[in-house]
């Protein structure tokens, strides 16, 4: 298998629900050996730069997660929805993905492995979703030997964190949160899980890079590290020099089935408020808005004048939606939620999902070159439905810069509508020729778009078009904002038109 972010489980007695997917093992998984009492680390490492004194203290509180469940569950042929989406985005990159082959199930029942880690003395236990997922039995085995039964607590999909329950009898080692947000590029980390099923191991590494979005849904924020995890990784800690927890294990790129130093975890200040929250409720409704989205380039900032980039602009909103009830419309730039400010198109999916269903919240929106105040009654995320997508590279059509338009326009005829299969209620410009070194051609203009708005006013033929573009350019603005429609879909493209 080559080239695949992988964090499936396949069938087999190991090597699984991971990281790096599940692999068939030759050998049976042994018990780790239990180790001597932990004592604090104080942040402070051991003499000679050493990591002794952390995996003391942690390493007790690291756990081997087994699941049992049905050969079709886990068949290797078989993928879950997330491990598509990272394989997606990959694909995306150009890099192809082959899939693997199918295996002959010997049984109809398979086990297959991850990591956790105990966060209370009672036996709450932290790990991936995709650990446990479809499983039909769970077992949490300590690092001293002891094999216990788990109770699902909650799980969260989206984020792909779940929270389990063991009765030891007696109060277990725990491992404490960190901050990760105090991460930063060439931070030492170590990563401890149970790699193979061979036993709980640890290896170092440093932070490789922050922010890492994998498309995978509205959480993407990854921590990228290259400290070696491989199969069976899955939801074991990612921890800083002072033995915290700065991360979940998740996920890692794979050219050849192990691990090549590219490895992805879920960052620890994300990770325990959605633990908080599965312990109080044992799931999660992430909010809903119904919009489409995208950047805000400066091309678009220059267009509807704001005066720097930043914010989500909307290029759709969905009937029915709280979007539209509190009245979003495309073109609207959203810049917070609830006051906290909106970046980028992720924040505010980010933001959206946060909300619990019911909750109203305050939108600042930029409209017709002011800021107004909307108010929104955050709706369900229910399965299928996307909170707030952006649109493709190729729709977002984003500026390159160049400064003339380079369009030929006319007007939407009978026949220009029949040929576009247009329905009667679309009206506008057709986009007749596009030249090639021009900047409408560089932001993805292409010939037969439909132009249906210039900056946010409706156009219904060529020359409001042209009469909309001059406007702008009288009022000094450095770009100007199409509305435009193809093959049934609407998107926003900023071209730069200071010379046209």
Known sequence: ??????KHRTAALVGAA?????????????GSTALAAPSDTGGILAAGGSFATIVEADKPAVVTIT???????????QQSPMDEQFRQFFEDQGIPLPRPAPRNQPSE??????????????????????VIDNALD????????????????????????????IAAGKPLQTIAWGDSDRLKLGDQILAIGNPFGIGTTVTAGIVSARGRDLHSGPYDDFIQIDAPINHGNSGGPLVDREGKVVGINTAIYSPNGGSVGVGFAIPSDEAKAIVAKLQKNGSIDHGYLGVQIQPVTKDVADAVGLDKSGGALVAAVSADTPAAEAGLKPGDIV???????????????????????????????????????????VGTNADGQKQAAATSPEARGQASGQPSLGIGLADLTPDVRQQLDLPRSVS???VASVKPDK???????????????????????????????AEAGKAGRKSVLLLVERDGNKTFVAVPFAAA
Do not use: Y
């Open 138 to 165: 769970i077992k949490v085995t300590l690092d001293d030997g002891t094999e216990l039964p788990a109770k699902l607590i909650g799980t969260d999909p989206k984020s792909d964190v779940a929270v389990l329950k």
């Open 1 to 6: 298998m080559s080239h695949i972010l992988r």
């Open 109 to 130: 029942h398979a086990m297959a492995l991850g990591s956790g880690f105990i966060i209370s003395p009672d036996g709450v236990i932290v790990t991936n979703n995709h």
């Open 335 to 377: 810049t917070s939620v609830g006051g906290e400010a909106v970046k980028t198109p992720k924040d505010l999916s980010r933001l959206v999902a946060d909300l619990s269903p019911g909750t109203r919240e305050s939108l600042a929106v930029w409209r017709d070159g002011k800021a107004i105040d909307l108010n929104v009654t």
């Open 439 to 469: 900047s409408a051609a560089a932001a993805g203009i292409q010939s037969g778009d439909v132009i249906v708005s210039v900056n946010d006013r409706p156009v219904h033929n060529a020359r409001d078009v042209k009469a909309a573009i």
């Open 18 to 30: 991971i990281i790096a997917g599940a692999a068939c093992l030759p050998f049976a998984i042994n």
């Open 428 to 430: 506008g410009a057709v």
């Open 67 to 77: 699941t049992t469940m049905k050969t079709t569950d886990v068949s290797a042929d």
